[in-house]
């Protein structure tokens, strides 16, 4: 249940948020989740859920909409691309496991595909991030 | 958004003391130092939390002799204990392979770990930072408003050099200093102790060099029985702790 503590931040950042703006009621909170990150979609959803109804601000039922970004690694040797659903099955559980709580062990655990260079970035779908909150006035 | 930022001051209010252990330069002994002020705390029935932050060169775990300990789930990561201290290292996620990562990734390493780790109530949590002032003492000082320094150095010049501009860049940001340790001193000398009071930073003492202290790394009891022990006990007396 290492996702309840990122719905956490969601929700105390949607929060936040909603606060500085004056609303009363939020009624949209969309979250992009990136791929590297492997969160377990269910858990992260119910501790969104659970997590809304004891906020200081109401939080709209199925207020959170959830999307997938994939990933981009980019190889800063070669110049080359690929995503981490090319490499997953080379790693191993627990590899995989450590990039799940801290996707910056990716760097530890892979290596660029094509030239082998440990020196690459993550362009795209690190982690979850809060993209955007609706709500009223 | 960045999320993660807003929930780092939840997982961090049940500590009611900070204190970051460290140096403008490598090699003087701040993990030592962290480890066996852990290790004091604990022993003398607090309740004591250490974060090893140094990400390219995590050694905490290595003084406390701790393996075999993982971290558990539950909403968030849970710090296993060892010898007394709930203990957090990147170590964990890297199984001692090298950490090639770059100043932005630090960043992101820290906030995650600061985000997700579950301390619950710690009367001490003891971060062992790396040397400078790069990324992760920025973010220490960003993230962790309440946090306390505590300054090691050598009697080395080189390594006050160092240290010097570290003591200025927190005196600048106005953050609470708990003053110098001289680490591995072999002869006498006043000189640290000069240039530390020169910035009117509190000069804690001395602690001499021990040339049995590297047959204790990894064993915490025997750690305890050190002269290194029994120097930082006495400067640790100054300070309250």
Redesign the interface.
């Known amino acids: 249940?290492?996702e309840?503590?990122?719905a956490?931040?969601?929700v105390?950042?949607?929060v936040?948020?909603a606060q500085k703006e004056k609303l009363t009621k939020i009624t949209e909170i969309v979250v992009r989740i990136g791929e590297l990150q492997q969160i377990e979609k269910e858990i992260f959803l119910f501790a969104l859920h659970e997590l809304a109804q004891s906020q200081p601000i109401k939080i709209k039922n199925n207020a959170f909409q959830l999307k997938t970004e994939k990933s981009t690694l980019q190889c800063k040797t070669c110049g080359q691309s690929w995503k981490f659903s090319d490499m997953k099955k080379k790693l191993k559980s627990?590899?995989s496991e450590?990039i799940h709580?801290?996707?910056?062990?990716v760097?530890?655990?892979a290596r660029c595909p094509h030239c082998g260079s440990?020196?690459f970035?993550i362009t795209k779908g690190?982690?979850?991030?809060?993209?955007s909150i609706k709500g009223v006035r | 958004m960045e999320p993660r930022t807003s929930v780092i001051g939840k997982r961090l209010k049940n500590i009611k003391r900070i204190i970051a252990v460290a140096s403008g330069k490598g090699g003087v002994g701040k993990s030592l130092i962290a480890s066996s002020l852990a290790l004091h705390l604990a022993r003398n029935g607090y309740r004591v939390g250490l974060l090893d932050l140094d990400l390219y060169g995590p050694s905490s775990h290595i003084i406390l002799g701790a393996s075999d300990i993982v971290p558990t789930e539950e909403k968030g990561i849970v710090p296993p204990t060892v010898h007394g201290i709930s203990f957090m290292s990147i170590v964990f996620f890297t199984e001692e392979k090298p950490s090639p990562f770059r100043g932005a990734d630090i960043s992101n390493i820290i906030l995650e770990l600061l985000a997700i780790t579950q301390w619950g109530a710690l009367d001490f949590l003891i971060i062992d930072m790396p040397p400078g002032i790069g990324d992760e003492t920025l973010d220490v000082i960003r993230y962790i408003k309440n946090s306390e320094f505590l300054v090691v150095t050598t009697p080395s010049k080189v390594a006050m050099g160092a240290v010097g501009k570290l003591l200025k860049i927190l005196i600048e940001l106005k953050k609470p200093l708990l003053g110098v340790i001289e680490n591995m001193t072999m002869k006498s000398s006043s000189f640290i102790e000069e240039e530390v009071k020169r910035v009117n930073v509190r000069y804690l003492g001395k602690i001499r060099f021990d040339e049995t202290l590297e047959d204790a790394i990894g064993k915490p009891d025997r750690l305890t029985k050190t002269n290194v022990m029994k120097n930082l006990t006495e400067i640790l007396q100054h300070i309250a702790l």
Not at chain 1, 101 to 105: L, M, T
Request: negative net charge; glycine residues 4%.
């Open positions: 249940m290492h309840w503590a990122l956490e931040s969601i105390l950042a949607a936040e948020a627990t590899e450590s709580f801290i996707p910056e062990v760097f530890v655990h440990p020196d970035e690190r982690g979850v991030v809060l993209s």
